[in-house]
């Protein structure tokens, strides 16, 4: 596929225009978007090296991170060791995995996991008082923090916002959307000197600071079917590319294979934590849906265990998969995940007792802004940490419970990238930015996202084929001529165009990836043989090779 016909998601570089001069201004040194377990990290190292802003659109609880039931992953037990961690990270990423990057996530994220104990993090502990290790998928060994079974994500931003709101340095701006970073050339390149951002109450100002991390989260509302709260637009990763910093791995999208299923309700997670509890996937008729499909069965990693369900259903017809808990009975399963049980009984089910519909859904954007070791974007003073990074941790499939650990690691490390760099103090400079608009008549918003994010799920889901993805191209560019050429005054409008933005990238990714590997399977495509190298974009350009060793100390 072309590189050429991106069109207007090449070209555009501001959602809307503004002249810097007729703004109010704010100063920080340090602005960070986003408040889930990057974000908060992120703050709390820098608050050291002078004032953090954070800024999130919504109310600072709802974040992907809040969402999480995984937990923690961590070599704390006996006869578990970093090594061993790194091994099944580099198994499950299929052959993508930058070791160098993973290494330091699972030595670097023991040392945070043990702080966070100091800290008096609440875990689930063992009849002894030990800690409590719970078994996922892709793991060989028990190595897996909860809190009360399946809420260690909201259990974690509730620890973290709580030490941030006691810092006097770090100001915390809840429903105030960055419209865009701004940008000043310097010397050959460009280099990050703010945000454009907006807020309901104080309408649209510019915050100048000495860098810009970018820790927004995924993009899973690009897919019809997704685990992701409603803020994961992709905001983070298209504000980026307009701001000329390269994106990588993009055709990699992880799907959960177990969602509640329910015909009209929302899809609500089941955890992992649940087949690591002994749980098992069954058809209809009750008999096992893994048997001899892995050696991990139940446990297999996420990818192979989601197409198994699709194979399972294209042969059957039916419109779902069972996850069978009952051998928990229902006491125990209240006691050990009594948040599931909660969402359960809402729908008249009692994970004890009933057999649980469930089915695939995207839940982590594996891809996203492409960064060193340290959280550096290509572009100087923008960084990024989480699920909106491309780090080279996660390969071509995330290991289970990976993503927490890496927040707090590369949210620590984008703090101390961001203080050595030394950027010279925020200070205002002169932007006029200019949008040109042809005035086309315009398009439905609401019917845009729905048929954008419906077009991803049955096209550029779990299961992909080449020439579906010319045709969803096709639907992208046709969009693009209408509602990227579009300016909105307000966030459905700006969260429509990043949506249309990213989701256009992951088609082009995958078109370009001619091989079927971890979560990128291609009915059209082989499985297996050479790998190849990671691949990275920047606007006006194509895709390059991204050999692992670009991601160095």
């Not at 408040?35 to 908060?40: E, M, P, R, T, Y």
Request: hydrophobic share 40%; aromatic share 6%.
């Amino acid at each position: 596929m072309s590189d050429a016909g991106l069109g207007i998601y090449d070209t555009r570089r501001w959602l809307i225009p503004f002249r810097s001069q007729l703004l109010p201004q704010i100063f920080t040194d340090t602005l960070i978007i986003g408040s889930g377990v990057a974000g908060l990290q992120c703050a709390l190292e820098s608050v050291s090296h002078g004032d953090v802003l954070i800024a999130t659109k919504d109310d600072p609880a709802l974040s992907s991170t809040a969402w999480a039931q995984g937990g923690i992953a961590a070599a704390v037990g006996d006869g578990d060791d970093p090594a061993q961690h790194l091994r099944d990270t580099i198994e499950a990423g299929a052959g993508l995995v930058d070791p160098v990057a993973a290494e330091r996530l699972v030595r670097d994220g023991l040392r945070e996991v043990e702080r966070l104990l100091e800290e008096g993090f609440r875990v689930d502990r063992d009849d002894s008082g030990g800690v409590h290790l719970g078994r996922e998928g892709g793991h060989h060994h028990s190595r897996i923090l909860h809190t009360d079974g399946a809420a260690t994500g909201i259990a974690l931003v509730r620890h973290m916002l709580d030490r941030v709101k006691a810092q006097r340095g770090i100001r915390l701006w809840s429903r105030c959307h960055v419209v865009d970073v701004v940008t000043e050339r310097e010397g050959d390149g460009m280099v990050v000197r703010g945000a454009l951002t907006w807020h309901p109450k104080f309408g649209l100002q510019l915050v100048w600071a000495r860098a810009v991390v970018v820790a927004s989260g995924g993009a899973g509302q690009v897919f019809r079917e997704t685990t992701n709260p409603r803020t994961a637009t992709g905001d983070g990763l298209a504000i980026a590319w307009r701001a000329g910093a390269a994106l990588a791995d993009l055709e990699f999208t992880q799907f959960h294979p177990t969602t509640l299923y329910v015909a009209g309700g929302a899809r609500h997670l089941l955890s992992e934590a649940l087949r690591g509890e002994g749980a098992r996937l069954v058809l209809k008729d009750g008999s096992p849906l893994m048997a001899r499909r892995h050696p991990m069965g139940d446990l297999a990693p996420r990818d192979i265990v989601s197409r198994a369900i699709l194979d399972a259903l294209a042969q059957s017809g039916e419109s779902h998969v069972f996850l069978d808990a009952r051998h928990l009975g229902a006491e125990r399963f209240r006691a050990r995940f009594p948040g599931i049980a909660q969402v359960l009984a809402g729908f008249g089910l009692d994970g004890g007792r009933d057999l649980l519909p469930i089915h695939p859904a995207a839940h982590y954007t594996i891809g996203g802004i492409w960064t060193d070791g340290d959280g550096r974007s290509t572009v100087r003073g923008l960084f990024a940490a989480g699920e909106a990074a491309s780090t080279g941790v996660h390969g071509a499939n995330r290991l289970a419970s990976n993503s927490l650990l890496e927040g707090l690691v590369f949210g620590r490390r984008c703090a101390l990238a961001a203080a050595a760099d030394r950027l010279p103090d925020s200070a205002s400079v002169l932007v006029e930015a200019h949008v040109q608009s042809t005035g086309r008549a315009g398009l439905d918003l609401d019917d845009v996202r729905s048929s954008l994010r419906s077009a991803m799920w049955r096209h550029v889901g779990v299961v992909r084929e080449g020439t579906h993805l010319v045709d969803v191209r096709d639907m992208f560019d046709f969009w693009g001529r209408y509602a990227l050429d579009a300016v909105f005054e307000d966030p459905t409008g700006w969260e429509t165009q990043n949506l249309l933005t990213v989701g256009r990238l992951m088609v082009e990714a995958a078109s370009v990836r001619h091989q079927s590997v971890g979560t990128h399977y291609r009915r059209d495509a082989p499985v297996g043989g050479t790998v190849g190298p990671r691949s990275r974009r920047a606007r006006g350009g194509d895709f390059e090779v991204c050999p692992l060793d670009l991601v160095a100390p």
